[in-house]
C-alpha cells in the first residue's frame, strides 16, 4: 500500500492550500502530525478488491481523511485535550477558535473535493455520514458524567461518533468498484464492525496505554467523566464500594484516583471483557470479507481486523 498511500498524501497537501496563511499552518500542523490513515486505507482497499484503479480513488481517500482530521480538531476543543499524534493539540497551540474554524475549513473543503468528484451516491454516504458522526458527538455530550447509561448507550455512540466514518469509507470503495447494492452494503458492514472494534480498543487503551505510545493522554476519558466500557463493566463486576468509586469518578471527572480506577478495570477484567467485544467486532468484519474475491486487497483487508485489535496506538 505504500505507494498507493504516497498518492494520497500528494493530494492531501495539494488540496490543503489556502490564501490564509493560518489555515495552511494549522492543517499542514495537524496532517503532516501523520496518523494512521487507517479511513483512506478502507476507500482504497474495497475499491481494488473490487478491480477499480481510477484516479477518483485517491481523491474520496483524501476526503475521508479530511473529515477525519476536522472532527480531531472539533473534538479535541470540546474534550479539552492537549496530545495529539504525539504532540500539543491545534487546540493548545493556536486557541480554541482557530481549531474550530480550521476544522470548518477541511470540512467543507472535503464537500467542494466530493462534488468535483461529481456523484451522487458519494455525496449521499458523506453527506449522512457526517451528519450521524455529529448526533453521535451529541449524544455522547448527553452521556457525559452519567453512571447509568447502558452498554447500548455507549454502542449506539461509538457506531455514531466513530463507526460510522469506516463505514462510509468502506463503502464508498465499493460504490468506486461498482458493487451492487447488497455487496456495497456488506462492504458497509465491514467497515462498521471494524470501526466498532476500533473505538472498543480506543477506549480500553486509555486505561491500559501508555501515552508516550498513544500518543495522548491516558486518563483523559476519565478526567472528562466519560462513562466508557471499560468503566461500566467495571461497575457490573465490582462490589457496592467499587462500584461507588467508579460512579463517583464519572460524575465527578477526577483522575486523583486514577490509578486505583485502572486497577480496578484491571482486576475485574472489565480491560479484558472490553478486548472480548472488540474481538467479536473484528469476527464480525472478517466475515463480511467472504462476500468478496479473494485478493491481495481482501487480505489486507482481514490483516486489518487483527490490528485494529492488537493496537498500542
Ligand atoms: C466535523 C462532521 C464533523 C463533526 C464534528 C467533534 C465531532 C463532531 C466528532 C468527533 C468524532 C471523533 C473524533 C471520534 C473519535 C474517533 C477516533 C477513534 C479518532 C482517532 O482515530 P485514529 O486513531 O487517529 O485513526 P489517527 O491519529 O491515527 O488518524
Known sequence: MAPEMRRVDAVIHERLSSQVALIDQISTYIVSAGGKRIRPRLVLLFAQALGFDGPERYELAAIVEFIHTATLLHDDVVDESSLRRGRATSNALFGNAASVLVGDFLYSRAFQMMV???RMRVLDVLADATNVIAEGEVLQLINMHDADITVEDYLRVIRFKTAKLFEASARLGAVLGGAERALEDRCADYGRALGTAFQLVDDLLDY?????ELGKNVGDDLREGKPTLPLLLAMQRGTEDERQLVRHAIEHGEVERL?????????????????DAAEAEADRARECLAALPESQARQALLE??????????
Open 208 to 212: 491500559e496505554g501508555k501515552s508516550a
Open 259 to 275: 490509578a486505583e480506577i485502572v486497577a480496578l478495570v484491571q482486576r475485574t477484567g472489565a480491560l479484558e471483557a472490553t478486548r
Open 304 to 313: 486489518l481486523c487483527v490490528r485494529a485489535v492488537h493496537r498500542s496506538s
Open 116 to 118: 468535483s468528484v461529481n
